[in-house]
């Protein structure tokens, strides 16, 4: 079946830590998306990209960076320089509709 | 700048009852997306509205479109318990990005 898988579902990041969440997916979805989501809140646009090898910042890009080097993968890097990590990153991808990963909770111990 | 709001953000209801969600948006855009998130979960798709006027219905809920007043309803009908989750809208912005509302938090009682 085709869908958005993500992992880890939990992630756990030290102090000055760089940490990378996986997505891929199987639909053939040109667009890939990440998003951001605190507690009591909508979703933020983090990244996004349209096509390989190309990717442009959304909103809250600080702190973040991707890459898109195969049309299936949009991996996202939260480092050091993001200093309120914690929160639901939800992935996804799209042609037309949307569809969304499961999603990973990351926490700063 | 794209803006997105919903009202109200908490609503807390007896089953039986009918209730509506509003979202508003600030510019002009072509789709608007509604999606139920239960807690800690991802995203599930209810509704995609893509013209003035349009009606989407399924089961308990029903979604319409108003482009011109740039608002969107979402109406809950003789509400059950398992209809409990938060409710996004979102709005499509430019060729393929979403904006989002801050989400309604609807809790049903029996």
């Known amino acids: 079946d085709g869908g958005i898988t993500q992992s880890p579902k939990y992630l756990f990041r030290k102090e000055g830590q760089n940490v990378t969440l996986s997505c891929e997916q199987n639909?053939?979805?040109?667009?890939m998306y990440w998003y951001r989501q605190d507690p009591g809140q909508g979703l933020r646009l983090i990244y996004y990209?349209?096509?390989?090898?190309?990717?442009q910042k959304g909103d809250i890009a600080e702190g973040y960076s991707v890459s898109r080097e195969k049309k299936e993968s949009f991996p996202l890097t939260v480092t050091s320089a993001q200093k309120n990590p914690t929160a639901f990153y939800l992935c996804?991808?799209?042609?037309?509709?949307?569809?969304f990963g499961s999603g990973t909770r990351l926490t700063v111990v | 700048e794209l803006k997105v709001e919903q009202n109200p953000l908490f609503l807390s209801m007896q089953e039986g009852k009918n209730y509506t969600i509003y979202c508003n948006y600030s510019?002009?855009?072509?789709?608007l997306y509604w999606y139920r998130q239960d807690p800690g979960k991802s995203l599930e798709s209810l509704f995609v509205?893509?013209?003035?006027?349009a009606v989407k219905q399924e089961g308990r809920l029903m979604a319409s479109l108003d482009t011109k007043a740039r608002l969107s309803t979402l109406h809950i009908t003789a509400a059950v318990h398992d209809l409990s989750a938060t409710y996004f809208c979102?709005?499509?912005?430019?060729?393929?990005?979403?904006?989002f509302g801050q989400g309604t938090r609807l809790t049903i009682n029996p």
């Open positions: 996804a991808s799209s042609r037309g509709g949307y569809t």
């Open positions: 639909l053939n979805h040109d667009a």
């Open positions: 990209s349209q096509i390989v090898n190309d990717f």
């Open positions: 510019t002009t855009s072509d789709r």
């Open positions: 509205l893509l013209s003035n006027g």
């Open positions: 979102a709005v499509g912005q430019g060729a393929q990005k979403l904006v």
